[in-house]
Each structure stands twice: as structure tokens, then as C-alpha cells.
């Protein structure tokens, strides 16, 4: 929601922090492409279209361009819904906990422009 919006912007200005706005964004998005795979099976984790959006968002914030409509490959353990991870802190490097961790994902151009062409024009 809006209020939510403006106390987690709040939040983060307080604490000298850029804010990333994903849920509004988000909202628009999945009454534009109802059937993008914004969620995980279970309805609640990100899916593979909400996780390419934070990483679009993010470098947004971090670089104040979009990115170029191009493939995308990150070579790094992704954790699903049944990670295995805890609480207790771990090397960056350590092994996954579980072994069927896959370890790389990616997204084609056509899906990044596809994600980037919904966008609001202001970004």
C-alpha cells in the first residue's frame, strides 16, 4: 500500500539508506502480465519475473540507468523456498547446505526487454 510505501521510505531515509520501491511497482506489473511468474509455487517467494525486476530496480538505484536489454547469467547458489540455510552465519563461499541448490541463473534478452518495455516510463 501507499502508507506502507511512505513508512518504509521513511524507515530507510532515516537511517541513510536509498529506498527501493518494489511492491507498488510490482502491483501494477501483475495486473499487466498476470502471468509472469512473479511468485514461487508456494505464492509467497519471489519467482524467476519478481527476482529479474528486484535485480532491475536495484540496478537502477545503484547506477540511476535501466539496464540494456540484454541476457543476464549470475553464476551463484539460488536458493529455493527449502534452502537449508539457518540462522547462524556462514562464509560467503561456503558450500550450499543442500546439494540440489542450483547455482546459476539467467534470463534472455527478450525476457529482460520484455520486463523493462512494462516499466513506468519515469524510470
Same mark, same amino acid.
Given at each position: 500500500? !501507499?502508507?506502507?510505501?511512505?513508512?518504509?521510505?521513511?524507515?530507510?531515509? %532515516? *537511517?541513510? $539508506?536509498? @529506498?527501493?520501491?518494489?511492491? %507498488?511497482?510490482?502491483?501494477? /506489473?501483475?495486473?499487466?502480465? #498476470?502471468?509472469? *511468474?512473479?511468485? +514461487?509455487? +508456494?505464492?509467497?517467494? #519471489?519467482?524467476? +519475473? &519478481?527476482?529479474?525486476?528486484?535485480?532491475? /530496480? /536495484? @540496478?537502477?538505484?545503484? &547506477?540511476?540507468? &535501466?539496464?540494456?536489454?540484454?541476457?543476464?547469467?549470475?553464476?551463484?547458489?539460488? @536458493?529455493?523456498? %527449502?534452502?537449508? $540455510? !539457518?540462522?547462524?552465519?556462514?562464509?560467503?563461499?561456503?558450500?550450499? #547446505? %543442500?546439494?540440489?541448490?542450483?547455482?546459476?541463473?539467467?534470463?534472455?534478452?527478450? *525476457?529482460?526487454?520484455? $520486463? $523493462? +518495455?512494462?516499466? #513506468?516510463?519515469?524510470?
Amino acid at each position: 500500500s !501507499t502508507a506502507t510505501v511512505e513508512r518504509e521510505a521513511a524507515a530507510a531515509a %532515516q *537511517a541513510g $539508506l536509498a @529506498y527501493v520501491e518494489v511492491s %507498488q511497482t510490482l502491483g501494477r /506489473l501483475v495486473a499487466l502480465r #498476470p502471468g509472469a *511468474a512473479w511468485f +514461487d509455487t +508456494d505464492g509467497v517467494h #519471489p519467482g524467476r +519475473d &519478481l527476482t529479474l525486476l528486484q535485480a532491475v /530496480l /536495484l @540496478y537502477w538505484q545503484i &547506477l540511476g540507468t &535501466l539496464p540494456a536489454a540484454e541476457p543476464v547469467f549470475v553464476s551463484a547458489p539460488i @536458493y529455493g523456498v %527449502q534452502s537449508g $540455510l !539457518t540462522e547462524r552465519l556462514r562464509a560467503a563461499n561456503a558450500p550450499a #547446505p %543442500q546439494p540440489r541448490t542450483r547455482r546459476a541463473i539467467s534470463f534472455s534478452a527478450k *525476457a529482460v526487454r520484455e $520486463l $523493462l +518495455d512494462s516499466l #513506468p516510463a519515469d524510470r
